[in-house]
């Protein structure tokens, strides 16, 4: 079965600070992997995914994401924090074979951005 | 360039109405998803539509529960006899293709409360 861990529930960071949320997951098969950002009463918006290639993944305001096969991990990350980027952040993931479609989240982990 | 669209953003009932929920895809997007968030919790995958088709329906309860996406019109998401445990945000997402690297695009949820 596939599941996504988000083994923080909340993250706090001082403004500028680079800033971590961390994501694991588990899938028989290959992954796609996703992060989604939600603000307050909205929807989710796409951030980032990891397809194939570099392990290295630019998204959007600049947050970038590292896949770590030996580790299953892709943690969320960025060099210098903003006060606007807290929100909550759900990593997801998706099995690559057996044209599986649903996305399968992680709780989530909730960022909190300080001055 | 419309995101996906949902209505109502909020919904009140009261136990045993009935609760109906709309999804319009992004443009051209002819593959929508709807997912249960519950308070403090991630979102659940519920089911997966392609036009005058469910997919898969494996997350939708098997009572109560209904979804169709006609060939013209909204995605729409039924709830029969609602129960307090039903209050929760619904949220829809669309993308272009079935392709497991596909991104799912989401809406601005519906929130469902039950009385």
């Known amino acids: 079965a596939q599941s996504v861990a988000q083994p923080e529930d909340q993250v706090n960071v001082a403004e500028g600070n680079p800033l971590t949320v961390k994501c694991t997951y588990s899938?028989?098969?290959?992954?796609?992997l996703f992060w989604y950002v939600q603000y307050p009463n909205r929807g989710l918006q796409f951030l980032l995914k990891?397809?194939?290639?570099?392990?290295l993944v630019k998204g959007s305001y600049g947050f970038e994401a590292e896949f770590n096969k030996s580790q299953t991990s892709f943690h969320l990350k960025k060099p210098s924090a903003l006060v606007s980027d807290s929100a909550l952040y759900f990593c997801?993931?998706?099995?690559?074979?057996?044209?599986?479609?649903?996305?399968?989240f992680g709780a989530g982990t909730r960022l909190a951005v300080h001055p | 360039n419309a995101g996906v669209m949902q209505n109502p953003r909020h919904l009140v009932r009261r136990r045993g109405q009935e609760a109906r929920l709309r999804c319009s895809p992004m443009?051209?997007?002819?593959?929508v998803y709807w997912y249960r968030q519950l308070p403090e919790e991630g979102l659940k995958f519920m089911v997966y539509?392609?036009?005058?088709?469910?997919?898969?329906e494996s997350g939708m309860p098997k009572e109560r529960f209904s979804a169709e996406f006609p060939k013209e019109g909204p995605s729409i998401l039924r709830i029969q006899q609602v129960v307090r445990g039903d209050s929760a945000a619904y949220f829809c997402?669309?993308?272009?293709?079935?392709?497991?690297?596909?991104?799912?695009?989401f809406g601005p949820g519906t929130r469902l409360l039950v009385l």
């Open positions: 990891y397809i194939t290639g570099d392990n």
């Open positions: 443009k051209g997007h002819s593959h």
């Open positions: 539509l392609q036009k005058e088709n469910i997919i898969d």
């Open positions: 899938v028989s098969g290959n992954p796609y």
């Open positions: 997801a993931v998706r099995r690559v074979e057996g044209g599986y479609n649903k996305l399968i």
């Open positions: 997402a669309s993308s272009l293709t079935s392709g497991g690297q596909e991104t799912q695009y």
